[in-house]
């Protein structure tokens, strides 16, 4: 199984809405990472986490919170989002993620969401 | 930090065609991944390089280190290969959980036509 599954697939929410993104992998993984990607535009680091801790916040809003409830499963709350925040939410896992760990990154098919 | 540069940023071919997308960057790294993004889909990681070359399929992926430059090939194009492909690098010096940090190039827009 070399799949990184993210659900929804699809998200609509309004900007009082609590909503959460989830994202699992069982390859056994200890880096798990939270992207965003606008249209056209690269991916954008958000959150690093290795061995279930968060080790990287890339200077992200409050209204992101991560969550790594065990080493399969990442997810991320959101709270109050606002319109600029609809984008491409990509999941990615690979091996480790210290230095000269240049192991390989899979990542999910993401979560297309629009805040209205 | 790491300047990643892409060209062409939109490639268009015929089936059948070999195509080439480059890629370089400017500071010295220890590993560079091809990633394969198709229209409002996720990504696929297609190689990951720090020397030489690497073939899956019709796919070759080559890097030169020392002149910091990378290309990925694909022989015998197919109107399925059209997607967006994405080189990114890690830099080597680069520490601690620092693999996160990947530098993105903007990406190269690939269409083949039937």
């Known amino acids: 199984d070399t799949e990184v599954t993210q659900t929804p697939k699809h998200l609509v929410m309004g900007m009082t809405n609590k909503k959460s993104l989830k994202c699992e992998q069982h390859?056994?993984?200890?880096?798990m990472y939270w992207y965003k990607q606008k249209a056209k535009k690269p991916p954008e680091l958000m959150f690093v986490y290795s061995y279930e801790k968060l080790s990287i916040n890339e200077s992200v809003p409050s209204r992101f919170s991560p969550e790594c409830p065990n080493s399969s499963l990442l997810n991320l709350h959101l709270h109050a989002l606002q319109p600029e925040d609809s984008a491409l939410y990509l999941c990615?896992?690979?091996?480790?993620?210290?230095?000269?760990?240049?192991?390989?990154?899979?990542f999910g098919q993401g979560t297309r969401l629009t805040v209205v | 930090k790491n300047e990643v540069e892409q060209s062409p940023q939109n490639l268009t071919a015929q089936e059948g065609e070999f195509i080439t997308i480059n890629c370089s960057y400017s500071?010295?790294?220890?590993?560079l991944h091809w990633l394969q993004q198709h229209p409002g889909g996720g990504i696929v990681s297609l190689f990951m390089?720090?020397?030489g070359k690497k073939k899956h399929g019709r796919l070759i992926a080559t890097i030169n280190i020392q002149e910091k430059h990378s290309s990925l090939h694909i022989t015998a194009s197919h109107p399925r290969d059209s997607a967006v492909y994405i080189c990114a690098v890690k830099d080597l010096n680069a520490g601690g959980t620092s693999y996160g940090k990947l530098t993105f190039g903007q990406g190269t827009i690939l269409t083949v036509h039937p």
């Open positions: 390859m056994g993984h200890r880096a």
């Open positions: 990615a896992s690979s091996q480790g993620a210290g230095r000269g760990r240049n192991t390989e990154a899979f």
């Open positions: 500071v010295g790294i220890s590993a």
């Open positions: 390089l720090s020397s």
